[in-house]
């Protein structure tokens, strides 16, 4: 999933639906303290894009969405890569699982201060410092494969040194996309990231598969190639990636501070970062580590392997392009409830996919269709309410939230397969996108949650 994952959320005056009542807080928090203000909205800065220019024709964001989607078919390849190394090496899934869980901990570790550092520094040059450095990471990988000097240790500290870079990159070329593209555009820009991230997928696993065949190192080779094109393609952008910012006033703590008590007084934002939080216990990379065990065991190659999330990326590219649609005529609220029973509906699926592997296919493409329907709803949700001088602290609370959850799905993914087997792994990790049901229908803050976003 995306890998990921996010939300969005309503302000006190928003759930009254009065249009004015948005517009005034907007104006009032471009003014005064913005942890203060209940209701600030990503409207308060304005885009420096013309309003009606399509996303095609938006060269900013095409420099930027090109160099991400480079990467993205780079980190597909290591993606699948980085397991089937480990358990050619351990024989071990909860090595594997633990060598993921150091690449999610970081979002977990490092997401406070960082979103604080992304609305101080520049971003261009935060995203570059960023890609350039995985890059550097994921060809020291390649070059132990090469000289025979890799170690599990090497492996390691190369899955943390990328994840702590990538959780700094992620946050601050989240909070750019609204300097690069109106408001209005901003589902639509993500729906296109989304597809295209599900295009990548078509490329990346069965690309990761096959060079992984001829050579080891190749996969991590070429993600580092990969980020070496995305640091090219930001050197290329001219628009400022952020507004204009006085010398820092205040010590970081207090601007954490900001960004929490923004997030805690948006009732719909706090329920979507649980949520969120629930169902990345299982998805993507415990999901993805789950689905490469049980076709090893059914004697699958890596060529197969990288097939099957091929197909999760076709579904990937379905859901993608069924969000306009939906969003157009069903509200936010229903969106969001049946997207959750539909991860409990595809997870529990995956019984019958243990000892079949058409099935385990069927079931990881159709779990892919759901994964982008929530996932762009409730991050286009959020980021049109975020103002630009809050999106890094903002999104980095949200994300300390939700992404906290992966590393103990990938410890506990490859404990169970280790030692109980599939049919168990799936049973216990089920409970958690039933709980994320359960409470996505109960709970009032998505009920009452204001559809802003609909014509």
Known sequence: ???????????????????????????????????????????TTETTTATHRPLWRNREFILLDAGQAVSDIGTQVSHLAFPLLVLALTRSPAQAGLVG??????????????????????????????????????????????????????????????????????????????????????????????????????????????????GRGLPFLTDAISYVASVASLFFIHTPLQGERAAPREPMTREIRAGLAWLWRQPTIRMLAILSGLINVVAPEANALLIIVLAQQQHASSSVIGLIFAGMGVGYIVGSLLVAIIRRYVPFRVVMVVSC?????????????????????????????????????????RMTLIPDELQGRVNSVYRMIARATPPLGLALTGLLLQHFGGLSTIALLGLFPLAMALLATTSRAIRAAPDHQRP
């Open 341 to 381: 029973w539909l991860y409990v509906a595809c997870w529990g699926s995956y019984i019958f996919g243990v000892s079949n592997l058409v099935t385990l296919a069927v079931v990881s493409a159709l779990f892919a269709v759901t994964d982008p329907i929530y996932d762009i709803t409730q991050f286009s949700y």
């Open 101 to 214: 869980t150091l690449r999610a901990a970081p979002y977990f570790l490092l997401a406070l201060p960082a979103g604080a550092l992304v609305d101080r520094w520049n971003r261009r040059t935060v995203m570059i410092v960023c890609d350039s450095g995985r890059a550097l990471c994921l060809g020291a990988i390649a070059a132990a494969v090469a000289f025979h000097a890799l170690s599990l240790p090497l492996i390691y500290a190369v899955a943390l040194g990328e994840g702590m870079l990538g959780v700094i990159y992620g946050l601050a070329s989240i909070a750019c996309l609204p300097r690069l593209v109106p408001k209005r555009q901003l589902p639509q820009a993500y729906a296109w990231g989304a597809a295209e991230e599900g295009a990548m997928s078509l490329i990346g696993p069965p690309l990761g598969g096959a060079l992984y065949a001829l």
């Open 1 to 43: 999933m995306a890998p990921c994952y996010a939300t969005q959320a309503i302000v006190n005056t928003a759930t009254t639906g009065n249009p004015e009542e948005i517009r005034l807080s907007s104006e009032r928090a471009a003014t005064t303290d913005p942890a203060s203000q209940p209701i600030p909205t990503a409207s």
